[in-house]
């Protein structure tokens, strides 16, 4: 089957009930969207399709219905997007492994919710699991994205 | 059940809905004007109140919280849906996390345990007004039987939402080793004509 995947068209050859998740690490190389729980309760595995943030571990790839995103694709070293700059502004990472889902979370709310309040902002990154406990800093994070995405 | 007794044809060819793995098809379609007694119409009540109240609907059926519930023998004690989930005004979860962030659009079934249940529609919660999580069965059946409350439905047009809706249709094959909704989504439907043709009664009138 055909996917296509931070602007670019894969062929592979999966089972359709393949987690797209699997596919995305095994299958691609792509390794920035990481596996935690595979029952949708932790966020880690967090990527977008046609822009809105979907759990990759529950999506199978014959159900992959629009264009991929990872946190790969979500901007450039050159030109980050308005969350990446937020992370690194707060130092939000600890070690880092649910962030790229936390980033990809944010980066869909603030397209649906582009001024949240925090209570906002808690409501919708309870959803993705921090273990180093980082959850003030996302906070301030997702909240100075926001403006920063308003003033653009 | 008494399908017997309902003079709903069970004969006629399936509609237009697309039908998930392993359904097969149900009808909403009348033979002819027959008449169901007030004491069936609130006996076929007492079966779809024990349909509404079970977790496989009344978990979504909650009020303007939006905040859907974890209850029923496969979550042990009774909460909020995990991860502060709440689906807002939306009812889809749009001001937060989307429902279909989880669950997922698909045909291919449920057969993993904990996963996050899908159908091959957007996943969402019942309108608020619909807030049958912990009512009574007098609570629930006014507000069914209610257009102002109801959608502006007749009992043919609940019955026909059933036939429409792959949700619902999940509450019978819920897959992941999750109890299902009581007797069968054709007996439900069955049930609702025949309580439609009763009158809407309700238990206390």
């Known amino acids: 089957m055909q996917i296509m995947v931070n602007g670019t068209t894969h062929e592979v050859d999966v089972e359709e009930d393949m987690p797209l998740l699997w596919v995305l690490r095994d299958e691609l190389g792509i390794t920035g969207p990481k596996y935690g729980c595979g029952i949708a309760q932790c966020g880690a595995c967090t990527v977008h399709v046609d822009g809105v943030a979907v759990r990759s571990c529950q999506l199978a790839a014959g159900d992959v219905d629009g264009e991929v995103t990872t946190i790969e694709g979500l901007g450039t070293p050159d030109a980050l997007h308005a969350v990446q700059e937020a992370w690194i502004e707060h130092q939000v990472a600890q070690c880092g492994y649910c962030q790229s889902g936390q980033i990809m979370a944010a980066a869909s709310f603030l397209e649906t ?3 949240p309040t925090d209570d906002d902002i808690d409501r919708a990154m309870s959803a993705n699991l921090c273990r180093c406990g980082t959850y003030p800093r996302i906070r301030e994070a997702v909240r100075s994205a926001a403006t920063k995405l308003m003033e653009a | 059940m008494k399908a017997k007794t309902l003079a709903v044809a069970a004969l006629i060819a399936a509609t237009a809905t697309t039908w998930a793995a392993g359904e097969t098809a ?14 069936d119409g609130l006996e076929a009540w007492s079966r779809i109140y024990e349909v509404a109240s079970h977790p496989r609907c009344s978990n979504c059926h909650v009020g303007e919280s939006g905040i859907p519930m974890w209850s029923g023998p496969s979550y042990g004690k009774t909460r909020p849906h995990g991860m502060n989930i709440a689906a807002g005004e939306s009812r889809i979860g749009a001001e937060f996390v989307t429902c279909a962030t989880c669950h997922t659009r698909s045909t291919q079934g449920n057969t993993v345990a904990h996963a996050a249940p899908r159908v091959d529609m957007d996943w969402q919660l019942a309108p608020a007004q619909a807030d049958w999580f912990g009512r009574t069965s007098q609570e629930i059946c006014s507000q069914l039987r209610d257009p102002e409350r ?30 299902p909704a009581p007797y069968s989504l054709q007996e439900h439907i069955a049930d609702v004509m025949a309580w439609g043709m009763a009158g809407m009664p309700c238990p206390n009138g």
Do not use: M
């Open chain 1, 113 to 115: 919710n582009p001024e």
């Open chain 2, 26 to 39: 149900t009808t909403t379609a009348e033979t002819e004007a027959p008449s169901v007694s007030v004491a």
């Open chain 2, 150 to 179: 109801n959608g502006g439905r007749t009992a043919q047009d609940i019955a026909e939402h059933l036939d429409h809706d792959l949700i619902l249709h999940w509450a019978w094959d819920p897959g992941g080793g999750r109890e």
